[in-house]
């Protein structure tokens, strides 16, 4: 189970944290993407964190910008956002992959569908100009 949480309302310029708390599954061999879907696009991807090696992987679109992270201990990812714009409005999902069995660079390289059985909530967040 994934609960993303952290949206908000927010100026262009601004930041959020999003997190996404994992329950069910063990914390040790995972890969967990964030994802977004703007009103009347189709979702992509934005960001992918894998256990194996740390390694994080970025969409163009927000590279430089947003910083994937992840605690253990929390079982938890984040994903740190920095310096919005008004086209980063969208709802964000985490999703996970335990077992670390799709490569993270899917993510990000890839259109829908993705292959991923877990799934968030997702939050909303959206910058204002």
């Known amino acids: 189970q994934l609960q993303a949480s952290g949206g908000g309302l927010v100026q262009a310029g601004g930041s959020l944290r999003l997190s996404c708390a994992a329950s069910g599954f063990t914390f040790d061999d995972y890969a967990i993407g964030w994802f977004r879907q703007a009103p009347g696009k189709e979702r992509e991807g934005v960001s992918c964190?894998?256990?194996?090696?740390?390694?994080?992987y970025y969409a163009d679109s927000v590279n430089g910008r947003f910083t994937i992270s992840s605690d253990n201990a929390k079982k938890t990812v984040y994903l740190q956002m920095n310096s919005l714009k008004p086209e980063d409005t969208a709802v964000y999902y985490c999703?996970?992959?335990?077992?670390?069995?799709?490569?993270?660079?899917?993510?990000?390289?890839?259109?829908?569908?993705?292959?991923?059985?877990?799934w968030g909530q997702g939050t909303e967040v959206t910058v204002s100009s």
């Open positions: 999703a996970a992959d335990p077992g670390n069995f799709i490569p993270c660079i899917v993510v990000v390289t890839t259109a829908p569908p993705y292959p991923y059985d877990y």
């Open positions: 964190i894998s256990s194996s090696d740390g390694s994080t």
